[in-house]
């Protein structure tokens, strides 16, 4: 079983920046495809980012593109996210998760088969 622990979350003002951390546990990690998916209160979860297994590939919601960066260290078993230019609307709580089978980017929550506890975001207006 891999357990996912992310951190980062915090209360930021509109316009600032966070970085948000996942640190797998396992020696698989780097054969794992990673995402990160966002619930606000009232909605569904919805996909933020996803990175291939090397890093060499990622993928954004069109909501976050040119905002946030999602990258990956192997040799620590984690994976980023680095959120800028933050809006009231970003204001979720975030998850990380892990493709176990698949090294390729992947959009779909169902296809993740592991998920963190989340970390809370807040952006003030």
């Known amino acids: 079983q891999v357990q996912l622990v992310e951190s980062g979350g915090g209360l930021v003002q509109a316009g600032g920046s966070l970085r948000l951390s996942c640190v797998a546990s396992g020696r698989a990690f780097s054969t794992y495809a990673m995402g990160w998916f966002r619930q606000a209160p009232g909605k569904e979860r919805e996909f933020v980012a996803s990175i291939d297994w090397s890093g060499a590939s990622t993928y954004y919601a069109d909501f976050v593109k040119g905002r946030f960066t999602i990258s990956r260290d192997n040799t620590k078993n984690t994976v980023y996210l680095q959120m800028s230019s933050l809006k009231p609307e970003d204001t979720a709580v975030y998850y990380c998760?892990?493709?176990?089978?698949?090294?390729?980017?992947?959009?779909?929550?169902?296809?993740?088969?592991?998920w963190g506890q989340g970390t809370q975001v807040t952006v003030s207006a």
């Open positions: 998760a892990a493709d176990r089978t698949s090294r390729n980017v992947q959009v779909l929550a169902v296809r993740y088969d592991y």
